[in-house]
């Protein structure tokens, strides 16, 4: 089987959040799984400078709204073939993949997308320079989601997957990008990718693909609601028979307690000695006291309300008082990261914040907290539940998205069947989360208990194996449409 893996990003060549860790390890479980698929990606500096042994394997002249263009290619250190477009014009620059150097949105995303979903949509028909063919296309996110439009009536088209990994962000532009990429007129209506007299590169993707996934079964059901749904639950649930939810795993090599680098010193579930080191390493790097016996509760993550940093750092004071210590490590609103710096201040010993973002502290982070904090209002997936899972850190979520369908409350219900794997609280607001926290130290200090449910949370398969399996009877299954159809 032959698949075209389009994505904006891929980590850890060019990353803003979890769609760049799926795009490495999905096609990767896939390759593992014997399965020939190619990653498309824009040509950023980040990743022309990270790659050394690119070479040019086709020349796209200009398009209708679009520059020229070539296709580069190179191999990931993990197998899988990387296809680069190179065009200047629309990627060379500084700043991100989505914005400048101040944090704006360059004015042409629309123009730089679209040029990744026509030349997707160019590999995935019959007008393909290349001899490699695919046998379905796999779009990710808006940033591809032209695609399918293109792909629609084209010549040999391959039939299209569309992923939404964050319903949130859409990519909305002014109608007039609709003739300016060559989109046919007609596609800019009620059925097709017009969106309140606006282009919306997810609703075409949703509308035009054969399929639908997105990255977890309980957000898959939250995006047809109103709540969830942000103006698309009406065409959500019109193809809900075309609509399927598969939690995406982990890179379970990058996140390894008994081999991770990051760490000072690694542990196992048949061993967790090594985590109480990496506690007191946490607490110095923080500037913590070192009080082995008082919880650490950890938190990784953009400072916004989805995530719930508001009610965290609400809550912050009386956690403190409780006692216990909090560990911030993230960015985003200016406020929130002013009001998390100040805590710091006034809590020192007790409250530790590092604004940005650093790799090697994320890792500490999970294997030093006794517990991580991940209150979103709403999640599609989520990743570092599962990690702090595989690291024996009992992640603290809100039952919602892919937190409900990977964390099982703590009680002694769940705790005696086996199945506890972190606690849920189902009310978002302040009192109910620093209800959850404290009853998230009461167990930390029944030994027994704690143990147990480490060992529950690190036994846990959050690999990539099974999802990337579920992923093959998609592709099988819409090939098998498209074979019918002919």
Same mark, same amino acid.
């Given at each position: ?53 690119? @070479? &040019? ?5 200009? !398009?209708? #709204?679009?520059?020229? +263009?070539?296709?580069?290619?190179? $191999?990931?250190? %993990? ?63 808006? @940033? &591809? ?5 293109? !792909?629609? #009536?084209?010549?040999? +088209?391959?039939?299209?997957?569309? $992923?939404?990994? %964050? ?320």
């Amino acid at each position: 089987m032959r698949i075209l893996f389009a994505t904006s990003e891929v980590a850890p060549l060019i990353k803003t959040g979890g769609l760049a860790d799926v795009s490495a390890a999905l096609p990767a479980a896939l390759h593992d799984l014997q399965v020939d698929v190619r990653i498309l990606l824009p040509g950023y500096p980040q990743v022309l400078s990270a790659l050394s042994n690119l @070479q &040019t394997v086709a020349e796209f002249p200009a !398009l209708p #709204g679009f520059p020229a +263009a070539r296709l580069l290619a190179d $191999t990931l250190p %993990n197998g899988v073939p990387l296809w680069v477009i190179e065009c200047p014009e629309l990627y060379k620059r500084g700043g991100g993949a989505y914005q400048n150097e101040a944090g704006v949105d360059w004015p042409d995303n629309a123009q730089r997308f679209g040029l990744l979903s026509r030349i997707t949509a160019l590999l995935g028909s019959a007008a393909s320079p290349l001899n490699w063919h695919p046998d379905v296309v796999h779009c990710n996110d808006w @940033q &591809t989601g032209l695609a399918p439009v293109y !792909l629609h #009536g084209a010549a040999g +088209a391959a039939p299209c997957v569309m $992923t939404v990994h %964050n319903l949130a962000f859409q990519g909305i532009f002014p109608p007039k990008w609709v003739a300016d990429m060559g989109l046919p007129k007609e596609c800019f209506k009620l059925d097709g990718v017009e969106f309140y007299g606006s282009l919306s590169f997810m609703k075409a993707g949703l509308f035009y693909a054969d399929h639908i996934t997105t990255v977890s079964p309980a957000y898959a059901k939250e995006i047809q609601t109103e709540a969830l749904g942000f103006g698309l639950q009406g065409l959500l649930y019109q193809r809900r028979d075309v609509l399927t939810g598969i939690l995406n795993g982990i890179d379970t090599e990058e996140w390894n307690p008994a081999t991770d680098p990051r760490i000072v010193r690694t542990y196992s579930a048949y061993n967790l000695n090594g985590k109480s080191a990496n506690k007191r390493a946490l607490q110095r790097r923080m500037q913590l006291q070192l009080e082995p016996e008082t919880p650490l509760f950890g938190l990784v993550s953009r400072f916004t309300e989805q995530k719930g940093l508001d009610v965290v750092l609400e809550i912050a004071p009386q956690l403190a008082a409780l006692p216990a210590q909090l560990v911030l490590l993230g960015s985003g609103d200016e406020k929130m990261q002013h009001a998390a710096s100040q805590l710091a201040r006034d809590y020192p010993g007790q409250i530790g914040v590092q604004i940005g973002f650093n790799e090697t502290l994320s890792h500490m982070i999970e294997a030093g907290a006794d517990i991580f904090l991940m209150p979103s209002r709403f999640e599609p997936c989520g990743l570092n539940q599962l990690y702090s899972q595989r690291y024996g850190t009992p992640p603290l979520v809100h039952a919602t998205g892919g937190l409900i369908d990977t964390v099982v409350d703590c009680n002694k219900y769940t705790l005696m069947r086996g199945s506890a794997s972190g606690f849920v609280f189902k009310q978002m607001d302040a009192a109910t989360l620093l209800d959850t926290v404290v009853r998230a130290i009461e167990t930390y200090h029944d030994i027994e208990a704690w143990h147990n449910l480490q060992l529950n949370c690190m036994r846990k398969d959050s690999g990539w194996r099974r999802s990337a399996a579920a992923y093959l009877e998609i592709y099988a299954r819409v090939m098998k449409q498209r074979a019918g159809a002919a």
